[in-house]
């Protein structure tokens, strides 16, 4: 099981930036697929952005060219620059490392954009 621990959430006025950190307790060369997810209250989680170990990426419509997800292999850490933001974008941001038989998640952190 990987270990995963997410920083970086707070509260933000519209239209401003925050960038979320992911560290996880492995080598990130090892998983598969390193993904944030998001959970609104009374919605379900769904996926925020998510990067293939060949560096491939994947935007929810919601966020693209908005948000970007990228990687420091070196720290074992995964990243979420999020600009633009809107009050729709408040939300527990969680994020999950992905490989077979295995998928494990972080404790989450709170992003709440409003003014």
């Known amino acids: 099981q990987v270990q995963l621990v997410e920083s970086g959430g707070g509260l933000v006025q519209p239209g401003g930036s925050l960038r979320l950190s992911c560290a996880a307790s492995v080598s990130i060369f090892s998983i598969i697929v390193m993904g944030w997810y998001r959970q609104a209250p009374g919605k379900q989680r769904e996926l925020v952005a998510a990067?293939?170990?060949?560096?491939?990426?994947n935007y929810a419509d919601s966020v693209k060219g908005r948000f970007t997800i990228s990687r420091d292999n070196a720290k074992n850490t995964v990243y979420l620059q999020m600009n633009s933001l809107k009050p729709e974008d408040t939300a527990v941001y969680y994020c999950?490392?992905?490989?077979?038989?295995?998928?494990?998640w972080g404790q989450g952190t709170q992003v709440t954009v409003s003014s």
């Open positions: 999950n490392a992905w490989k077979p038989a295995s998928s494990s």
């Open positions: 990067m293939h170990s060949g560096g491939s990426t």
